[in-house]
């Protein structure tokens, strides 16, 4: 593995599918058994029998993939008397432990368990066009979000997913451009609010509306928020069929690449309608490159947009072309050089 590759790349690579089945499969055993939790709580090297005990492993199987982990530089090896001993290194304590503020523990446990049944049906995927939800679950996806939200449990997962990833990537999206002029902001399917919350930390003096389905608003309230989030609120509704909250700018992140060009279009348009004159839409996406040729990461990401959804990633020109068709004007991008970029169309005065 090329050494110049950063851990925290590592693992934003292995949560969205774009590293091999091996070294990918190594990061979710080890969360999975709760290796770096309990090195974290020991406090001290462990040795692998001390692991593997705790853990409740072979000791011949977590040898080796306490090994693998050193070799993907998430563990750190310490010599004491010909033993070897293990730590977690600060990167897999930041980000693999499930007490951290900022874990990809949850994404790593739906890539795992979600993402990657449907990535087995690749090939299908490519030959018919199409997502892949009934070949890896048996559940119709002819409603996408019914196929996605088929159980409670997998909802929570999504939600926790999106949780950790805003998170850690959201900061850098919503301040791409200054969005301090726009005092009252609609999340239009804003999920667990953690975007919402990078949002009222940039711009203290706003306000974020979640605009999301009803059981994903209940879930949202029930598992992410406190009594504190007082600039935050609620509204239930589907975006695609119901009234739209009046805002100053609508953020749509992760949304549009869903979605086909057509269904984008569509809601757009009910933004477009929603909005006042001077109001603004903002999107956050994984931009390509004009060419099509990179980067690599968002090229994988589209397809993961095949299996498991209706859309795909798109360069900053065409998520323009979609904003334009809709009514909007004067659209520029911005690059945060992370992986998601921001797109902001204005409706004019």
Known sequence: MNSSISTQNILFHVVSTLFPLSVSQVVFSSCELGVFDM?????????????????????????RLLAACSGLQLLNTHQDDGRVLYSNTEQASIYLTRSSPVSLYQSIQYSSRTIYLCWHHLTDAVREGRNQYEKAFGVNSKDLFQALYRSDEEMVKFMQLMNSIWNICG???????????????????????????????????????????????????????????????????????????????????????????????????????????????????????????????????????????????????????????????????????????????????
């Open 171 to 349: 900061k850098d999206a919503v301040t791409a451009f200054d969005l301090s002029p726009f005092k009252v902001i609609c999340d239009l399917g804003g999920c667990s609010g953690a975007l919402a919350k990078q949002c009222t930390s940039a711009y203290p003096e706003c306000t974020v509306t979640i605009f999301d389905l009803p059981k994903v608003v209940r879930t949202s309230r029930e598992h992410f928020f406190s009594e504190g989030d007082q600039r935050i609120g609620f509204n239930e509704g589907d975006f695609f069929k119901d009234p739209l909250p009046q805002a100053d700018l609508y953020i749509l992140a992760r949304i549009l690449h869903d979605w086909t060009d057509e269904r984008c279009v569509e809601l757009l348009s009910r933004v477009y309608k929603a909005c006042k004159p001077g109001s603004a839409v903002l999107l956050v996406e994984a931009l390509l490159f004009e060419d099509g040729s990179g980067p690599l990461t968002v090229q994988l990401y589209s397809l993961n947009m095949l299996v498991q959804t209706e859309g795909r990633e798109r360069t900053a020109a065409q998520y323009a072309a979609l904003l334009a068709a809709a009514g909007f004007s004067d659209i520029q991008h911005r690059l945060t050089g992370k992986i998601y970029d921001a797109v902001l169309g204005h409706k004019e005065t």
């Open 39 to 63: 090195l974290l709580g020991a406090e001290r090297p462990l040795s692998a029998e001390e692991i593997s005990q705790a853990v409740g492993a072979s000791l011949d199987g977590t040898q």
